[in-house]
């Protein structure tokens, strides 16, 4: 290590050499700079006091050595706090934010917060109401405070946000919230609110977000919200939600009622909520929905009915014309059966989510929705596929019929949708993967086949898939017969990964959660790695085999059925011949960019050693260099949520070329370049 370190101070010192000095400004700080107050210590040298010998008070004082002009934070956590005065802050020029968490707060002077932006408790105790007054101030959290009332916010003219949640409110006063006349966005979920003054809001004409989760409140009735675009009223013991409760929600975008007693909800009551894009009517006691249910609802996206009891849906239909719906979900809603009726006015619906429910005949339920993308219908009781039953649907790219039984698949069903990629046919009873050969699923990618039934799999399976890449097999019966083992290694050869999991609600459609296995992992050792000579190359795909024709059958005589093994082998070969060609084009792509990347490290390391010999001090055969490590896929550092995928840099953050791209599995075993000795 310290060898390392010696390497690069000369490599520093070398580089220095060769680059005129950069005058360097002198330091100019004041000698009484702290980085914390007294009796307390900070985390990281910032002013984020995590802990103090004793109570402390925060007034002008405390703060006399803290750089305040670079201080945009100020955080306290675990502490014992007697009193915030009103001048503790007040000459932070920039200071945007103060926490407070975990901490005992004795009394705060009305003006503490005058010249803050946004501030935080969050599990704080008060020995005191607090009371504020700020100019400034647009955001402010009392999160899990044990309040039993509302503070007195009136002072706040600028708050925008304000959250309560997690605290004892049970009253709320009818001016509490009277002079925030900027007020925004209001959370006051998990208390044991119980009513609401229906005026409460009345003069909060900006209010637009609205959440009052898990409080007690049986009805909901406000009479002055026409601004809401957003009301969550989830876990709320409501037990109606009729046309009082609407009659003013008509800017409402999105309306979460989800875990509530609601028995019915009509057409009427929905019709006063003309904006109304997302509803959200999931847990609740729902048996029935008239068809005229959201016959006003002209903007609605997203229905989520999920964990309702419905044995059938409506026959959903809009005043003027279609839906423009894209999303439709009733998971575990007891449903029997599905007519095509239902969906008919839904022809733009994108995805369509109905696991859990006891459907047995889906055949013509699907004829309308033609641009249907996602379909989840897993967990229900089709035990077959009409040929037809997805004929409309070009659109469709990953379907999930896991947990159907459905004893096999007959690719005639799925090979009418021209751009499947996955099917997810988990725990299907599947004892034979395919009940014929005749059509072909030309632009499927994946194929998930867990918890099956599974002993066996010959080539012709996997003809019918020329575009697959990735196969999830695990908890299959399967036995490791020296066929079994050659069509695995077919697959291997093809570039097919087997996966091990693959999160089925992901969407859109991506693969960036597959757990990708060797071949090795799934046959345990159990199947001989095959060392034919012939199989030295990296083939693909074979357009002139798969591509040209649905019908595959008629390229196989007789004698393809009779010995398989043989004809196993001799594909084999003939696969990796007539493959030759463009296997050795990747190949050359391949070496090009390994060779090039060889040839840049060597350049590199070669400059390295030549700085570093010049500064004799440098062993040259002593000298342990470091080991350049290209970051394997699930340890990216850096990645970033978006919408649910994760963000992966792929090769071209690795720099050099954008790799040929073989498979993934290929791809994780990038070889790790190890810097060698010249
Ligand atoms: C601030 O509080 C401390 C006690 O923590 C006290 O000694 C000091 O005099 C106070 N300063 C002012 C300006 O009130
Ligand atoms: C509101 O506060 C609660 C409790 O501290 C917290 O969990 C939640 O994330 C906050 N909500 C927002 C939108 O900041
Ligand atoms: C609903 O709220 C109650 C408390 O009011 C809580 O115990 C329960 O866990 C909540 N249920 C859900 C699904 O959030
Ligand atoms: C709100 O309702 C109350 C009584 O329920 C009524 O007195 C008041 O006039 C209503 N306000 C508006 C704006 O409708
Ligand atoms: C319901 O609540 C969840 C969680 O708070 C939120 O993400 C969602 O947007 C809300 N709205 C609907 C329509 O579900
Ligand atoms: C609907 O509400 C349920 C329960 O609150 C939540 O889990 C789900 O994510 C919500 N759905 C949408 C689309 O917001
Ligand atoms: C589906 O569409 C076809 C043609 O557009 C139409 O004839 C048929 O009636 C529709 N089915 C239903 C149930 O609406
Ligand atoms: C398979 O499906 C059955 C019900 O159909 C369920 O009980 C079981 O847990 C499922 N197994 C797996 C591994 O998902
Ligand atoms: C497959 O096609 C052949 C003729 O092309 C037909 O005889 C056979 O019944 C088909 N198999 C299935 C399962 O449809």
Not at 73 to 88: G, L, P, R, W, Y
Not at 169 to 176: C, F
Not at 434 to 455: A, E, G, I, P, V
Request: charged fraction near 25%; include cysteine.
């Amino acid at each position: 290590m310290t060898r390392w370190l010696l390497a690069f101070a000369a490599l520093a010192a070398a580089l220095a050499e060769a680059t005129p000095p950069t005058p360097k400004a002198p330091l100019l700080l004041p000698t009484k700079i702290k980085s914390c107050i007294e009796h307390c210590k900070c985390k990281l040298n910032k002013l984020a006091v995590i802990e103090c010998d004793r109570p402390i008070i925060l007034n002008s004082t405390t703060f006399r050595y803290i750089n305040k002009p670079q201080t945009s934070t100020v955080s306290f956590e675990n502490v014992i706090i007697d009193q915030i005065e009103e001048d503790a802050f007040s000459d932070f020029p920039n200071l945007g934010d103060i926490l407070i968490l975990n901490s005992h707060i004795g009394s705060i002077d009305a003006k503490a917060f005058n010249n803050v932006k946004r501030v935080k408790f969050a599990r704080c105790r008060f020995e005191d109401r607090p009371d504020l007054v700020s100019e400034k101030m647009e955001e402010l959290h009392f999160g899990e405070c044990q309040l039993e009332e509302i503070p007195k916010l009136n002072g706040l003219l600028k708050l925008t946000f304000l959250n309560l949640t997690g605290n004892y409110i049970k009253d709320i006063d009818i001016d509490a919230f009277a002079e925030l006349f900027d007020l925004e966005e209001l959370y006051l979920s998990n208390n044991e609110i119980f009513k609401i003054p229906p005026t409460l809001f009345i003069n909060n004409d900006n209010l637009a977000g609205l959440y009052l989760d898990n409080n007690q409140l049986r009805h909901f009735y406000l009479n002055t919200s026409e601004n809401l675009e957003t009301l969550s009223l989830k876990n709320c013991s409501l037990e109606l939600f009729d046309e009082k409760s609407a009659q003013r929600l008509s800017d409402l975008n999105d309306l979460n009622l989800s875990h509530n007693k609601l028995k019915t909800i009509t057409g009427r009551t929905m019709s006063f909520m003309k904006e109304l894009a997302i509803i959200n009517l999931s847990h609740n006691k729902l048996s029935k929905l008239d068809d005229d249910i959201f016959a006003y609802n002209t903007n609605l996206m997203k229905i989520v009915l999920d964990g309702n009891n419905f044995e059938a849906l409506p026959n959903f239909y809009l005043h003027n014309g279609d839906f423009i719906a894209y999303s439709f979900s009733c998971k575990h809603c007891g449903l029997k059966t599905l007519p095509a009726s239902a969906f008919k006015h839904m022809k733009s619906m994108t995805s369509l989510e109905l696991s859990h429910n006891k459907l047995m005949n889906v055949d013509n339920s699907f004829q309308n929705i033609t641009s249907l993308k996602l379909l989840d219908i897993s967990y229900n009781n089709v035990v077959y596929f009409a040929p037809y039953t997805f004929v409309n649907n070009k659109n469709l790219e990953y379907l999930n019929i896991a947990g159907n039984p459905l004893m096999t698949l007959n690719p005639e069903v799925f090979a009418v949708m021209p751009v499947l990629k996955l099917i997810n046919a988990r725990n299907a009873t599947l004892s034979k993967l395919w009940s014929n050969y005749n059509k072909s699923l030309k632009d499927l990618q994946k194929l998930l086949l867990s918890d099956n039934r599974l002993t066996s799999l010959s080539i012709d399976d996997f003809r019918i898939t020329p575009s697959l890449t990735a196969i999830d097999l695990f908890n299959n019966p399967l036995v490791f017969t020296e066929k079994l083992c050659k069509v695995l290694n077919w697959l291997d050869l093809k570039g097919v990964n087997p996966i091990e999991k693959f999160r089925s609600y992901e969407f859109p459609f991506d693969d960036s959660y597959d757990i990708i296995m060797s071949w090795t992992q799934l046959h345990n050792n159990n199947c001989q790695v095959q060392s034919t000579t012939t199989v030295t190359t990296i083939p693909i795909d074979d357009e002139d085999n798969d591509d040209d024709d649905d019908d595959t059958t008629d390229r196989y005589d007789e004698a393809y059925y009779d010995d398989e093994d043989d004809i196993v082998e001799e594909e084999v070969k003939k696969f990796a011949e007539s493959n030759f060609t463009r296997a050795s084009y990747i190949l050359s792509i391949t070496s090009a960019f390994v060779l090039s990347a060889v040839v840049v490290l060597t350049v590199a390391v070669t400059l390295t050693l030549c700085i570093l010999k010049r500064n004799s001090n440098f062993n040259m055969h002593e000298a342990n260099l470091p080991r350049v490590k290209i970051p394997l896929w699930n340890t990216t550092p850096g990645q970033k949520k978006h919408s649910g995928s994760v963000y992966r840099p792929l090769s071209e953050d690795l720099s050099g070329p954008k790799t040929p791209k073989l498979s993934r599995y290929e791809f994780t075993a990038t070889p790790t370049v190890h810097s060698s000795n010249p």
